[in-house]
């Protein structure tokens, strides 16, 4: 604690004793406040270190990225908390802090960020790497002599004769934290290692190195969030003289870096700079026209880095005033700020000098919408902005947040403004695929506003259906930094009704965002988990998510499918209504050759028996009417020729010998702009259109039935005359009629209805535009027959819509489903013709079942050969 004197008059005391006793009491009481007053100050800035209990919950820092659970240590002052992992079995920030059996990372930096902020924005400072078992992380120092100190310690029995010590050291006023780490060589040999920190997860669009202090922005650069670091001398550490160490037995050394936060990158580098070095202080105020301040704006500092220009940015805060402490000498920058003319100076920073000026930003340009539903409702939508006429199409942020991902914008209300350089642009406005579509070409002025009002009208009819996706990802998943927030808005612009919430090996619950949202009107979701590894990976729900546990309670992933299948299952008590599936499945390896010598056995055997359904369909891809179990593509970068399994097509070879597994589509999204929510999707039955009253036992209960149609975008309806849809099973003798409708909105069109059966494409039952002109009417409902299936055999049907001569691009314009084909598809009806009950026909379709590990060759041959030859 920083020593505090106080002062007490020997008079004032003296007074007390010469009057009453209520004037005696009030007068001590008096002196008392003073007292604590004096030292009140101390007190609060006093670093403190202390373990996660039940009763410290609340402490734990928060924010996008953090991860801290029960046993966690924290480290904080008046500035900053950081959050260190304790030391337990498979303890890491999230699946991909590293991949691999050692990829645990206990006594690492888990968050760190300004006090009260919520704003975490760090996954993993890992000191030398630092990465498996440790053998302790305990609190040294608790803060009572002014230093607080948390200490992770590797001993040389479990690390190969090699000690390692890391220590995170925070003091008063410290706007981050000081990481000590001395390694000592216990072996007889010389031992070597990198000296090199790991940090995730980062934009690596957005890190840099300025006169070597190592910068990193917020994924989101709307987060306002800002890392940097760099090797000092403090604590009596040295610096290391290369990019390795080398240590002679019994020799040790002592490193040691200052990690900081700040408000944005330069901000964070500014704090490090002058802790080592010279530095001045830059400040400038950005106000517009009428003296408001400017908020969203960022500042560019130009630097060298080898033969490249980088950028180091800086942002303003709530007041306009971007504050930083830079390098002495002369720094090149840009006033950036989408809709606003740019302004480029130079600034002349001088030792410990304020540079300081009031920066007036012109009138900004911008599109202000006012979209609302057929009834009424502002609703969340999404808005493209597609420059014409030489005008270039906006970068309006990173891929993977809701508000301005590159082109695009996703809103969860349908008010709001999007600020753009002056141009011409076509504006397109969707609500996924079945509401109606706005597209409008503006021409916006430089410092002008233009309005854009319309209404969004559901043209497709779906009562008793709801549109589902069972697979979708945020930040908590690891593997990608898209905020759940920017994928709760995400889900609800593409009209998605049921989102089970699928995180990758993390069990998550997604209601408390779509609450704060205020979206729990327009999407349901379910708490579950993604189980993923090396191999097969599970979806699963419902679970209870424990979120002060690793992983939030989901279990460890096992390379036998069968085991994560019965795992998934049992974990937390049987539930009939646990809904258990196969995402992007090996069908071959699962399902035909488990050990990949290219002979069948079978793969996992009675795997289909514990799943309820496997992805068929995953973001990308529309082959259900391909022909063949693979096909040759080219590998996009070295343009090298190589085997992409079908699955589709292997999953209608597998109906034909028995796996009466259903089909699933998804979107698997990753971001928001690209490998975002849309394209593949399912239609459930359910006995309410309201997606906040969706009951999500029912939906599972829908699915374990087969009741899923797959689309891309067409609503697709198949019924047989006695009522029997996807799924189920029914009687007929010789042949069945099928009723077929399919409805597309006005973005969308089909030119195709193909009828499967027991997965074979029929040329009687193939019916196109051209060949059936009249079948096939503009408007929302383009198709609607009744089509008589005439049958020998026990068969399942699958019906296929399809546009063979349109793809999705007015619905996703540069993402990529916008390449895509409408296409939707049932799950099968099985039909038994002969009276005995249903029995698979054991066809192949052509094509013996694909196994692990064909050549190009063999697959060439295959095609040409219409599968006759090996």
């Not at 040759?632 to 343009?639: G, S």
Request: some cysteine; proline content about 5%; charged content about 20%.
């Amino acid at each position: 604690m920083t020593s505090c004197k106080v002062f007490v008059s020997i008079r004032g005391l003296k007074l007390v004793r010469r009057h009453g006793f209520r004037q005696r009491f009030l007068m001590i009481r008096r002196f008392l406040g003073l007292l604590s007053l004096a030292f009140l100050p101390n007190l609060m800035a006093t670093p403190e270190a202390f373990e996660i209990g039940r009763r410290q919950v609340s402490e734990l820092p928060k924010g996008k990225e953090a991860d801290g659970i029960l046993g966690d240590f924290v480290l904080r002052n008046d500035v900053v908390e950081a959050l260190i992992s304790h030391n337990a079995p498979n303890r890491r920030a999230n699946m991909t802090s590293f991949y691999g059996a050692d990829g645990t990372t206990p006594g690492c930096l888990y968050d760190l960020g300004l006090r009260g902020a919520t704003n975490d924005q760090i996954t993993l400072f890992s000191p030398l790497g630092q990465r498996g078992n440790v053998s302790y992380v305990r609190i040294v120092e608790s803060g009572d002599d002014g230093r607080a100190v948390i200490e992770t310690k590797v001993s040389s029995a479990i690390n190969e004769g090699v000690e390692v010590t890391h220590g995170y050291h925070l003091r008063d006023g410290w706007q981050g934290v000081l990481i000590v780490s001395k390694v000592l060589n216990k072996t007889n040999q010389a031992h070597v290692f990198k000296a090199a920190d790991t940090w995730k997860s980062f934009d690596s669009t957005r890190v840099g190195t300025l006169e070597g202090i190592q910068w990193a922005d917020a994924v989101d650069p709307a987060d306002k969030a800002g890392y940097a670091y760099t090797w000092c001398k403090e604590e009596g550490s040295l610096l290391p003289s290369g990019s390795e160490v080398s240590l002679k037995p019994g020799e040790s050394i002592q490193l040691a870096r200052f990690l900081a936060v700040g408000t944005s990158p330069a901000h964070a580098v500014g704090l490090v700079a002058a802790r080592n070095g010279d530095t001045g202080r830059f400040v400038r105020k950005l106000v517009d026209a009428s003296g408001e301040p400017v908020v969203r704006a960022t500042l560019q500092i130009h630097y060298q880095s080898g033969d490249k220009e980088k950028i180091l940015p800086a942002c303003p805060d709530e007041q306009g005033v971007i504050d930083l402490a830079l390098p002495v000498g002369k720094h090149k920058m840009t006033i950036r700020d989408q809709g606003r003319s740019s302004q480029s100076f130079e600034a002349t920073i001088a030792v410990e000098q304020k540079d300081e000026a009031t920066l007036t930003l012109g009138a900004v340009s911008q599109v202000r919408l006012a979209i609302h539903d057929d009834i009424g409702r502002s609703t969340p939508c999404k808005v493209q902005f597609i420059g014409i006429s030489g005008t270039p199409s906006p970068k309006l942020g990173p891929n993977n947040r809701a508000h301005g991902c590159l082109d695009q914008y996703h809103s969860e209300t349908g008010a709001f403004a999007v600020p753009l350089d002056p141009g011409r642009y076509r504006v397109v406005v969707t609500r996924g695929i079945e509401y109606s579509h706005l597209s409008k070409e503006i021409l916006l002025e430089q410092g002008a506003e233009v309005e854009i009002t319309g209404v969004l009208k559901r043209l497709v009819q779906t009562p008793g259906w709801v549109s589902a996706d069972f697979h979708n990802h945020s930040t908590p998943s690891g593997d990608h930094t898209c905020g759940t927030d920017d994928r709760m808005i995400n889900l609800a612009a593409e009209h998605i009704e049921l989102a089970p919430t699928t995180e990758h090996n993390r069990s998550y619950d997604w209601r408390p965002h779509l609450k704060k949202l205020k979206l729990t009107d327009y999407i349901q979701t379910v708490p579950g988990v993604e189980l993923t590894g090396s191999g097969a990976h599970f979806n699963s729900f419902p679970f209870k998510p424990d979120p002060l546990a690793q992983d939030g309670g989901a279990p460890v992933w096992e390379k036998d499918p069968r085991l994560n299948a019965i795992t998934l299952r049992e974990l937390q008590g049987q539930n009939p209504d646990r809904w258990v599936q196969i995402n992007h499945p090996d069908m071959t390896e699962n399902f035909i050759d488990r050990d990949a010598d290219g002979r069948v056995d079978g793969g996992y055997l009675t795997l289909g028996k514990l799943i309820d359904g496997v992805e068929t369909q995953n973001y990308l891809g529309t082959d259900i009417l391909l022909g063949a179990p693979y096909k040759i593509v080219k590998e996009p970068k070295t343009l090298a020729r190589q085997i992409r399994y079908v699955r589709e097509f292997i999953w209608l070879q597998l109906l034909n010998q028995g796996h009466k597994i259903w089909g699933v589509a998804v979107a698997d999204a990753h971001t928001v702009h690209g490998n975002g929510v849309g394209s593949w999707r399912n239609y459930l039955p359910s006995s309410s259109d309201n997606p906040s009253e969706i009951d999500w036992r029912e939906m599972v209960q829908q699915a374990k039935g087969g009741r899923l149609i797959c689309t891309t975008g067409p609503f697709l309806s198949v019924e047989t005359t006695d009522g029997t849809i996807a799924g189920g099973s029914t009687r007929a003798s010789g042949s069945i009629d099928l009723k077929v409708q399919v409805q597309c909105t006005d973005w969308i069109s089909i030119d195709r209805v193909q009828v499967l059966v027991n997965g074979a494409p029929r040329p009687d039952l193939n019916f196109t535009k051209k060949t059936h002109p009249k079948w096939f009417q503009d408007g929302v409902v383009v198709f609607d027959q009744t089509l008589t299936v005439p049958l020998s055999q026990d068969s399942h049907l699958i019906v296929v819509a399809y546009g063979e001569h349109s793809t999705l691009v007015t619905g996703y314009g540069s993402s990529a489903q916008a390449t895509m084909h409408p296409c939707a598809y049932n799950n099968p009806i099985f039909v038994d013709v002969d009276g005995g009950g249903f029995t698979a026909n054991g066809d192949t379709l052509g094509y013996p079942l694909p196994t692990k590990n064909l050549t190009i060759g063999q697959v060439q041959g295959n095609l040409e050969g219409g599968g006759s030859t090996r």
